[in-house]
């Protein structure tokens, strides 16, 4: 589709209006966007918790209005993280490695962040570098051509590095994540007893 953004802009606003219920679905997402705005000036426990339960309502509603899809949706989902570490493609690495390179510079600025995750990060980094490192020697002292997944896969060391290397990008994600949530409320718990 060589659409110019000009002509994407034009067919959302085609589907905007083109249905009551795009109509009803736009104006509901500017109603929340004005509630979180309102939100911004008052601090009132009403005002932050009604979007949260609007939002949640919406998802429990498309959960169950939409099941069939959505557990489609979950499968495909699930399929393309197994695909994406088992068999990985060489654009997906090497967006992996800028990934990890961005957040190793501001791992090293960060001064928020503790010396736990630093040091986590480090270890994480400094093994994916060197799948990194070791993925290129092998590929050009073998002459793996990475433009044909087949022969790429044919080799196996290259490939179980990738997918090592795609795997602990995988747990450093999960990792991350449960890390910044435990801190989340670790800081409201400290806010309540205090």
Do not use: H
């Amino acid at each position: 589709m060589n659409l110019t953004i000009f002509e994407k802009i034009i067919k959302i606003f085609d589907y905007i209006f083109s249905s009551f219920l795009s109509i009803e679905l736009f104006i509901f997402s500017l109603l929340l966007f004005v509630l979180l705005i309102v939100n911004l000036k008052r601090k009132e426990k009403l005002f932050i918790y009604f979007p949260i339960v609007i939002y949640l309502g919406l998802l429990i509603g498309t959960l169950l209005a939409y099941n069939e899809y959505v557990i489609l949706c979950v499968k495909s989902f699930f399929k393309l993280i197994i695909s994406y570490i088992c068999f990985p493609t060489i654009e997906a690495f090497y967006m992996s490695i800028v990934l990890i390179t961005v957040v190793m510079i501001y791992t090293l600025f960060s001064k928020d962040m503790s010396k736990f995750k630093k040091l986590f990060n480090y270890l994480f980094f400094s093994i994916l570098y060197f799948f990194f490192m070791s993925v290129i020697s092998l590929t050009s002292y073998n002459g793996v051509d990475f433009g044909s997944l087949t022969n790429l896969y044919s080799n196996e060391t290259v490939l179980v590095l990738i997918q090592g290397s795609n795997f602990l990008l995988l747990v450093w994600f999960i990792f991350t994540f449960f890390y910044r949530l435990y801190l989340f409320y670790q800081k409201k718990f400290d806010e309540e007893i205090i």
